[in-house]
Nanobody, 119 residues
Framework: QVQLVESGGGLVQPGGSLRLSCAAS????????MAWFRQAPGKEREFVAT????????YHADSVKGRFTISRDNAKNTGALQMNSLKPEDTAVYYC????????????WGQGTQVTVSS
């Protein structure tokens, strides 16, 4: 199956921007639906955004809608999460995840990248 590695996290001030990347290797990335999740300290992992294989369908959680944008480039086997107007409550470990198109289980996960929003 595909393997995922996230990058791009860091410390940013409120109102700032970050772009997270997800590099995929192994099986054909275009066979997978991709998503981003996040987990803040002491909280459960929560869904952030998802994108289908053809990039024709995206969905963003209400908490990030209008501020975050998910994208992917199947030719480069990469995914991304552009995060603008960041808030302190966006602080979390962000995970890239993937599932086969005919599965409801997010079976592949990256190791996560830390995003900290603080002045």
């Amino acid at each position: 199956q595909v393997q995922l590695v996230e990058s791009g996290g860091g410390l940013v001030q409120p109102g700032g921007s970050l772009r997270l990347s997800c590099a995929a290797s192994g099986r054909t990335f275009s066979n997978y639906v991709m998503a981003w999740f996040r987990q803040a300290p002491g909280k459960e992992r929560e869904f952030v955004a998802t994108i289908n294989w053809s990039c024709s369908i995206t969905y963003h959680a209400d908490s990030v809608k209008g501020r975050f944008t998910i994208s992917r480039d199947n030719a480069k086997n990469t995914g991304a999460l552009q995060m603008n107007s960041l808030k302190p409550e966006d602080t979390a470990v962000y995970y890239c995840a993937a599932r086969l198109q005919d599965s409801s289980v997010w079976s592949v996960w990256g190791q996560g990248t830390q995003v900290t929003v603080s002045s």
